[in-house]
């Protein structure tokens, strides 16, 4: 028998999405940069996420977010996200939970009333802003990724569903936006199975005809989200709200409209010309859960306008954990884990 391995956990969600995050038990990892050190975890040591995500321990809806020290002295900690696709550089749910979980761990103190920190991620420096009442995290607003529509209404055959048109928006990834209205949806939770098919249909002829380069990144890789889009209402002079739901991954829906999700939206409001800088949107969820995306400003990125955003949400803590890694256990899996623990 093997002895059992374990590392520590803050389970966390917000908007109904689960994310959780590694505080403990991990080894430090090669790398220059955050950057580096996620390149190291996807190419040396995945069986952290795998664990994480696949049975027994999780489920493929979940995101896993481990804790890593900083390499910018800027930063009071970093951070490297892990979804069922992989390693996205940057995500707004993942942001607003592993900026509550550093103040909850103690990683940052938490104070009464605002305070603002720096967090690395994979994408770079993200400024954070918490709100504190009571010694509870009420609101994290968090930097979102300059965004930008590289595609506006193009149309493709979708076999199945018929003519689709569509726009593409960069804002941490690559995001297919469609009108879910055209499409027959009113974006109700009971829509859930056939958001998520529907939405596979259409990333998987879009990634068939085309590919998308980022204006600095270059290839990203395939075309990975989708983002249904209900109309916007508005509520006030400057706040709107719209009905959204984000796809990821075949059979997987958001439970969030997720953050990224949400700078998408303000990149095409800005490009179609509806909303003005200091204007807010809330996207709200099948789940009725929201986030508050707010157009700051634009600026230029090369020979690319780009649009500055921030998003606000609130995560919850759900459970402090300790996750034990038996590897005698056959439904457990350590390879591509074990040389990362540090009791390994």
Do not use: W
Request: hydrophobic fraction near 40%; charge should be negative; include cysteine.
């Amino acid at each position: 028998m093997s002895q059992p391995l374990s590392f520590q956990l803050i389970d966390t969600h917000a908007g109904g999405d689960v994310s959780r995050i590694v505080i403990g038990g991990i080894a430090p990892l090669p790398g220059a940069s955050v950057r580096e050190q996620m390149h190291y975890l996807r190419d040396d040591a995945d069986g952290l996420r795998r664990l994480l995500l696949e049975e027994p321990y999780g489920i493929p809806e979940m995101s896993v977010d481990l804790i890593v020290p900083a390499t910018d002295p800027a930063a009071a900690a970093g951070y490297i996200i892990m979804e069922v696709m992989g390693y996205p550089i940057y995500s707004g749910s993942n942001t607003l939970c592993t900026a509550t979980a550093v103040l909850e761990s103690g990683i940052v103190p938490k104070r009464e009333g605002r305070q603002h920190f720096a967090l690395e991620s994979p994408a770079g420096l993200v400024q954070i802003e918490a709100r504190v009442e009571n010694g509870v995290v009420e609101a994290i607003t968090c930097e979102g990724l300059p965004s930008y529509i590289d595609t506006y209404r193009a149309r493709i055959q979708v076999p199945g569903i018929g003519e689709v048109t569509y726009s593409i928006a960069y804002s941490g990834g690559f995001y297919a936006l469609i009108d879910a209205g055209a499409l027959g949806f009113s974006l109700v939770r009971e829509e859930e199975r056939a958001l998520a098919d529907c939405a596979h249909k259409i990333v998987e002829a879009i990634k068939a005809e085309r590919g998308f380069s980022h204006y600095s990144l270059g290839d990203v890789g395939p075309l990975p989200f989708l983002h249904f889009m209900g109309p916007v209402e508005q509520v006030a002079e400057d706040f709107y709200r719209s009905r959204s739901t984000t796809y990821v991954h075949p059979g997987v829906i958001c439970r969030s409209t997720t953050g990224t999700g949400t700078s998408a939206r303000l990149a095409l409001m800005h490009h179609e010309g509806s909303i003005q800088p200091g204007d807010k949107l809330e996207t709200v969820s099948l789940r009725e859960t929201g986030f508050i995306g707010e157009f700051t400003g634009t600026h230029l990125e090369g020979d690319q306008a780009v649009v500055e955003n921030t998003i606000t949400g609130k995560s919850y803590v759900l459970a402090r954990s300790e996750i034990v890694v038996n590897c005698d256990d056959p439904m457990v899996e350590c390879q591509g884990l074990r040389h990362i623990l540090t009791q390994g």
